[in-house]
Nanobody, 129 residues
């Protein structure tokens, strides 16, 4: 189970970015994919989660309405499209996979500390004011 996150960069406040998380060694049939972020000096927090078979989509309160999680089975890739970015969204963003239920996926998006099976390397997102 391997994950590779990419797509970060520098963007002005109000702008958009799309992060990608390419999965290898497994399919989305049995795994949820979560997006997390960690800002300097802060704890890692949940951002979003998409459940098995790319069905349910869940978000933290801080990104609801601005971020969209989606997936492409053919490309084995999950995306996080981020709009209306704010300076407080600046962080290293990580994707991770785990075998969890729909309900657990919704809790992961809210920051529940479940043991994800695999983590990708982070991608830096910097939002300037």
């Amino acid at each position: 189970v391997q994950l590779q996150a990419s797509g970060g960069g520098l963007v002005q406040a109000g702008g958009s970015l799309r992060l990608s998380c390419v999965a290898s060694g497994f399919t989305f049939d049995n795994y949820v994919i979560g997006w997390f972020r960690q800002a300097p000096g802060k704890e890692r927090e949940g951002v979003s989660c998409i459940s098995r078979r790319l069905r349910g989509r869940y978000y933290s309160d801080s990104v609801m309405g601005r971020f969209t999680i989606s997936g492409d089975n053919a490309k084995n890739t999950v995306y996080l499209t981020m709009s209306s970015l704010r300076p407080e969204d600046t962080a290293v963003y990580y994707c991770a996979a785990g075998r969890f239920t729909e309900g657990e996926c919704s809790q992961i998006a809210q920051g529940a500390n479940y043991g994800m099976a695999s983590w990708g390397k982070g991608t830096q997102v910097t939002v300037s004011s």
